[in-house]
C-alpha cells in the first residue's frame, strides 16, 4: 500500500447547532458575574442554548446526516466504521451511541463504538481511524459522529467552574476515507497532565456515589474542582504552552518544521489563553475564530472553527489546517490538516 492510498482525507463535515441563544447578560444573571467579565475574563458574548429535544445523540445524527448529503458518492452503506467522537454525558447512562448513529444513518454494515478523550475526543477519533485503515485493508470509510450537551453539568452558581460557563451545545461530524485526495491527514500529537486526572468530575452518578434520592438537585450532579487553585494555574500558566509546543511539534511532524498554520481551528478558551497561544505562533487574530457567539462545544469546536474558516475563504485550496483541543483530565491535541487537493 502506497503512501498516498495510506493517508486518509475528510470527505465531508457536518454540523448541526441548536437555534436557542444564551447571551451573556443572561450568564451573568445566572452566574452573579457582570456582562463585562463574562465578555471579557470567559470570551463569551453568547451560545447555543438547547432546547429538550436537543440530545448529544440526536444532535450527532443531524451531523452525520448532513456530512453524508454532502458527500453525494458515499452512501451510508458504504462505511465500514463509525465511531462516537462526542462527549461522556450522553441521551442515556451505559449507552453505546455510536451504534446509535449507524442505526439512525443507515451504516448497517458497518462496525461500531464509542471514545472517551472529553475535548480531544475528536482528534482521537481521527487518530482511531487513521490506525484502522493503516491496519485493516477492509477499513476504507470511517464516520466521527459525537454530540455535547455539557451546559447540563455546569452550576453557574459554582465560583470553582465558572471558567466552564462557556460550555455548550451541539452536534458535529466527520467523513473520513483512506486514499482521499483531498483534504489530508499529515501529522498529529497529543500529550496528557496525569497529575490533573481527578481535578475536574461530577461526583453523582458514578460508582463512588451511585444515584439515590440523597444526591438528587444537589451540587453532586454538576461539575466539582477538587483543587480550584491548582486548576486555575494549570489554565493561566501550563495550557497555552501545551498547546504550543503540540501545534509546533504536529507542523514538524509533517516537515513544516518552523512553519505557522495558515488556520487554526482553536477550542473556544479564555481570552488570556487564546492571545498567549496566538503570541506564541505568532499568528494574527484573522488566522482563527475566537468562538464568543456560540460558547464551547467540547470535542466539536475544531469543526465549528473549521466551518467558519472555510465560510470566511481563510481557508482555501492548499491551506495548512492546525485543529487544536483540549479538555479536561487535562488532555490536549492537534492535527494537520492539508485543505483542498495533496
Known amino acids: 500500500m502506497g503512501m498516498n492510498e495510506f493517508r486518509l482525507g475528510i470527505v465531508s463535515y457536518g454540523l448541526y447547532l441548536p437555534s436557542g441563544v444564551e447571551r451573556a447578560e443572561e450568564i451573568a444573571a445566572r452566574s452573579g458575574l457582570s456582562r463585562e467579565r463574562v465578555v471579557r475574563e470567559l470570551g463569551v458574548e453568547r451560545k447555543c442554548l438547547p432546547a429538550a429535544e436537543d440530545l448529544p445523540v440526536v444532535m450527532a445524527v443531524k451531523a452525520a446526516r448532513q456530512a453524508l ?24 447512562i451505559a449507552q453505546t ?25 475528536l482528534l482521537v477519533g481521527l487518530r482511531t481511524a487513521q490506525a484502522l485503515m493503516a491496519g485493516d485493508r477492509a477499513v476504507r470509510t470511517v ?26 451545545a451541539s452536534g458535529a461530524a466527520l467523513l473520513l476515507r483512506r486514499g482521499y485526495p483531498r483534504n489530508r491527514l499529515l501529522g498529529m500529537a497529543f500529550s496528557v497532565d496525569p497529575d490533573m486526572a481527578d481535578e475536574v468530575y461530577v461526583p453523582g452518578g458514578g460508582t463512588v456515589r451511585p444515584f439515590s434520592p440523597e444526591i438528587l438537585d444537589t451540587d453532586a450532579m454538576f461539575f466539582q474542582i477538587a483543587h480550584p487553585q491548582e486548576v486555575e494555574t494549570y489554565l493561566a500558566e501550563r495550557l497555552a504552552p501545551q498547546l504550543v509546543a503540540l501545534i509546533e511539534g504536529t507542523m514538524a511532524q509533517a516537515g513544516f518544521s518552523g512553519e505557522n498554520p495558515d488556520y487554526l481551528a482553536l477550542r473556544h478558551l479564555r481570552p488570556r489563553e487564546r492571545s498567549t497561544i496566538l503570541e ?24 465549528i472553527s473549521l466551518d467558519r474558516g ?33
Open 97 to 121: 451511541a455510536g451504534i446509535r448513529v449507524q442505526e439512525e444513518v443507515g451504516a448497517r454494515n458497518a462496525w461500531a463504538f464509542d471514545l472517551i478523550g472529553q475535548g480531544t475526543t
Open 280 to 303: 506564541g505562533l505568532r499568528l494574527g487574530e484573522q488566522a482563527t475564530d475566537d468562538l464568543a457567539d456560540v460558547g464551547h462545544h467540547g470535542p466539536n469546536d475544531g469543526i
Open 69 to 92: 448529503e454532502k458527500a453525494v458518492d458515499i452512501s451510508p452503506g458504504e462505511i465500514d466504521v463509525v465511531i462516537w467522537t462526542g462527549e461522556e454525558y450522553k441521551d442515556y
Open 143 to 168: 464516520l466521527l459522529a459525537g454530540g455535547t450537551r455539557n451546559v447540563d453539568l455546569v452550576n453557574p452558581a459554582n465560583p470553582d467552574t465558572r471558567w466552564m460557563l462557556s460550555a455548550s
Open 310 to 342: 472555510l465560510k470566511r475563504e481563510i481557508i482555501r485550496e492548499g491551506s495548512k489546517v492546525v485543529l487544536a483541543a483540549a479538555g479536561i483530565g487535562f488532555t490536549c491535541g492537534a492535527a494537520l490538516i492539508q485543505w483542498g487537493p495533496c
